[in-house]
């Protein structure tokens, strides 16, 4: 249950007494805030009573009678109606008091941070900027199935080549007479070395992407040349041996004698190419 307030507010006579009882409880001058919520007052008059607290106190002048007009009902009546209002206004919306800080933090003042502490946290957050997390790579695919690819088709390339150098008059030879003369050499062998392992290298610097312009280009109509070439030979071949043929015709002769100087050519200008401009690379 709570008590209704007055319609006349306290006057300020009233308060001071009040005021300074206060005061020597806390032994210090209380602040307003602490006047308005004790005394129950407002913000205007709990700064009046501040100021005369501070003043020294008056000496009680001495009793006087003197005559005092009768006043106007209709004008004090309106007086104690604004003052009442006004009283009620500052009443109902008290300021904020402010919190109470701590012994330590009335002690320690408000120093602003050094330059110590700043560089202390920014190379945290240069490094985690700087160096973010790497990201996540998948396994790599394996590599063990092409070999399985491979080994028939290099043993049928590599019968294909050899059959038709020995069509086309490539056979045993002495390459060292005079020094190793029981050393043999069958040349047949050198057609798929050249052809099929300058098709594959071609191949993977074309599709590295990590080349310059003129050597990727080379090496693509290179690899897709000599991969045709080892095709049409490996046709060629089993046409002949299907129609029972023991020898080659001319102009096939002539085609297959020319495919290691080919071979030899192309890959030595392909080596040039990849050294005459390392820094011009295309994606």
């Not at 941070?113 to 396994?139: F, G, H, L, R, Y």
Request: hydrophobic share 40%; glycine share 8%; net charge negative.
């Amino acid at each position: 249950m709570t008590t209704a307030k007055s319609a006349y507010p306290t006057p300020i006579e009233d308060l001071v007494p009040q005021a300074r009882q206060l005061a020597a409880d806390l032994g210090e001058l209380p602040s307003r805030n602490r006047l308005m919520s004790e005394l129950k007052i407002g913000a205007k008059k709990a700064n009046t009573v501040l100021n005369l607290l501070g003043e020294p106190t008056p000496e009680p002048d001495p009793v006087r009678l003197h005559l005092v007009s009768e006043p106007d009902s209709n004008d004090s009546a309106g007086q104690a109606a604004k003052l009442s209002a006004e009283d009620h206004a500052e009443e109902e919306i008290p300021e904020p008091e402010p919190a109470d800080p701590g012994p330590a933090e009335r002690d320690e003042p408000d120093t602003p941070a050094t330059d110590d502490q700043v560089e202390s946290v920014a190379p945290e957050q240069v490094s985690k900027i700087a160096s973010p997390e790497p990201p996540t790579v998948d396994k790599p695919v394996a590599r063990w199935p092409v070999l399985l690819l491979a080994l028939p088709a290099f043993v049928a390339i590599w019968s294909g080549w050899v059959g038709l150098g020995g069509l086309t008059g490539f056979g045993i030879v002495h390459p060292l007479p005079g020094i190793w003369d029981g050393f043999e050499l069958n040349t047949a062998i050198t057609l798929p070395i050249g052809v099929e392992t300058y098709a594959a290298y071609a191949l993977r610097v074309w599709l590295s992407g990590q080349v310059p312009h003129r050597a990727r280009r080379f090496a693509q109509v290179s690899a897709l040349g000599s991969l045709g070439l080892g095709a049409l030979g490996q046709v060629a071949y089993h046409l002949m041996t299907a129609a029972g043929m023991t020898a080659a015709p001319w102009w096939i002769t002539t085609l297959v004698a020319c495919l290691p100087v080919a071979v030899l050519g192309m890959g030595a200008a392909l080596t040039h190419l990849l050294h005459t401009d390392p820094t011009e690379v295309t994606p």
